[in-house]
């Protein structure tokens, strides 16, 4: 992969306890080279060893999200061989992604497509700007998605709309995102239409899952994942061990000293 450069990955960690991750290849739409591939997967080595961390935000640079592989990398190994090697990379990259004790959003604005939409269903929330568009165009590259983005938009959508998405490579925008469960949000289009907003209001958006201590949003996403990837009685395990990290916790006996009304 470090055969094909171009672009970077960058990682922000703010105090907040939010990160964000930056797609940044602006002269190819931010299409991801062989080392911005190496560099996702270092990215989330570094994230996974973040433990004060608790929400991630994922961008595109200049104002739109991700144009998939960069297609001069994708035709120099136009084989099922090397095809194969460089979505197992992928694979792994993305479900680690995903499996972070982070709460994710995929910001999109402009374009996500091809491996790019794949992207964005690697992230626990899409939100969308006014105008963009997520595109699994997969079936025009006489290809299917192969970074994960099949299996994970079923989980998203279920079947028929994954169906109709990827045999349609149907233009998903923001309503239609938020009709079937792609989209969890669409920007205000007041504060969209800059990056730097777009990147403010998702933060402020994320901000409601992830106010309150570390340990508990970080407990959250464990035991979602476990409830969304294991059989049900492993699910139920771990969640009884995620239980224990936080029951007699700090945040646990502050809540109980104080009273609190849920009103
Ligand atoms: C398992 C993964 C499967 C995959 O991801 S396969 C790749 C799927 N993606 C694509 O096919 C995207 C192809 N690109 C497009 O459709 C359009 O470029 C796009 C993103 C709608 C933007 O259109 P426009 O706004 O008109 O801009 P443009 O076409 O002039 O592009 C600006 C420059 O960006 C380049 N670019 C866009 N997408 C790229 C890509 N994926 N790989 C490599 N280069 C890419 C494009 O060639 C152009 O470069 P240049 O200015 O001509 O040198």
Known sequence: LQAFPGGSIDLVKQESGIAVLTVNNPARMNAFSGSMMVELEERVSQLEEWTEGKGLIIQGAAGTFCSGSDLNAVRAISNPQDGMKMCTFMQNALTRLLRLPLLSVALVEGNALGGGAELTTAC???????????QFVHKHMGLVPGWGGAARLVRIVGGQNALKMLGGALKIDPEMGLQIGLADGVLEGSLAGSGANALLEAEQWLGCYTTGPAPVIRAIKSV?????????????????DVFGTVWGGPANLQALATKAKHK
């Open 224 to 240: 979602v994942v476990s409830g969304r990837e294991l059989p049900l009685e492993v699910a139920l395990r771990t969640e009884r």
């Open 124 to 134: 626990d929330f899409r939100l969308m700007a006014p105008g963009s568009v997520i």
